[in-house]
């Protein structure tokens, strides 16, 4: 039997554990353990299988149970406490915990939902099938079932669904002597305490205290939290966008941030772990978006085949049509290109040229203002920007492709044709490459729409009609 004999202090930070081929490597390891685990099980060995349960950090203890299958797992919960049964069942992977949860006793899993956290709850019942979820609701504690139904109804990607309703709130009136007291009879229901924040008898947020500041000032014990309270108090709106929510997090440096509604009453707030989440969810998101492929739902392993074509192909036809233009375009200067044959040759060099520069400008803006660095409002700066170095760069790249032409061709007038359309592509594919995400963005879209793909589609066609009007006023010149 394995010993598992280092034991964790302290609240174990949650997070969702992702499958990865990493995780799944880990996991084939982890099967050494199993028939151990299953050995203790089949003996009902409550002490082994506690010990099992509380000895490692949670998430290890999670990896661990990878390769039991659904029923063991469940039974191995049964043999922690339920604030260690509810960590244990929060690193579990997502589809694991549906399992669970859809096959398992309906009035213990009422129990175990109860003692989750508030939005932690409120995800996992998201994934699972809504007609388990509507045997269980009405089993789960009342005040549990109305915070779940309360936080369930914010839309998604809004602060309303990532806060947690578990809050370190207290009276103004009350002093400081008895806030001690208070959150220390309220710490074991709370999933953090890293502010207290202060509200009036209507439950408005008026001011906001940190833990070091009432320690500091324990030894006044008369003193009301009002006289000691910060009342500049950084929040967000339950309906503000969760990227929104991200940016004023990382730019006043909190641990966590308060959420209220149009009146200023303190539903709950965000901590800095959930922010986590919403960072890596957008930066998947506007990955995905800038290599033109729609969101995936799941993890990649975990999107059936017909989603992932789908999410795949249906921007891909939309390149496809898109290319088309750039056939048109070539089609209609057939005749030119069969007079002066070596105008060909560069055609992948302008319009490759073109799509390169606008997608580095695209790319730039759309990071510029995912960090809240630019706004529509900067467009004319931009704007500025982007046409001097569309000039600097064009002309660097031009002076390079004149010497390519002239030893290709050995004619330096017509070598001319390919530097002049660089540097005008250029200057055109930097401001079209910028500008659509702004005009994107001022539209109430989302920039990474306009992923380098599209960008690169358009300067293509542009290049194509710019490479040889330019061609056909200096060639007939």
Known sequence: MPVFNRKTSGNAPRRHVTETCFLRLRAMLNTLYLPEIREMLAESDEKGLHEFCTALHPAKTADFMEGLTVAEAWDVLQYAD???????FCFLLPERQTEIIEQSDRRLIALLVGDLPADERVDILNRVDPAVVAEILPLVPQEERRDILRLGAYPEGTAGSVMTSEIAKLPEAMKVGEAIAELA???????????IYIVDDDGHLHGVITCRQLISNASKRERQLSEIMERAVVSVNATDDQEAVADKVARYDLLAIP????QQHLLGIITHDDVIDVVREEAVED??????????????LDTGLVRLFWNRGMWLVILFV????????????DADLEKVSWLVIFIPMVISTGGNSGSQSAALIITAMTLGEISPRDWLRVVRRELIMGVSLGGFLGVIGFFIAYGLLGVASDSLVVPITILLVVICSTLVGSLLPLLFRRLGLDPALMSNPFVAGIIDIVGILIYMQVALHMLEG
Do not use: C, M, W
């Open 322 to 333: 898109g290319s088309l233009f750039t056939a048109f375009a070539l089609d209609k200067y």
């Open 82 to 88: 339920n604030g260690t049964r509810s960590e244990l």
């Open 259 to 262: 959420v209220v509604d149009d």
């Open 287 to 300: 990955a995905h978006r800038q290599a033109a492929v729609e969101p995936l739902p799941e993890g990649y």
């Open 185 to 195: 009879r309220q710490a074991s229901d709370l999933e953090t305490i890293y502010y």
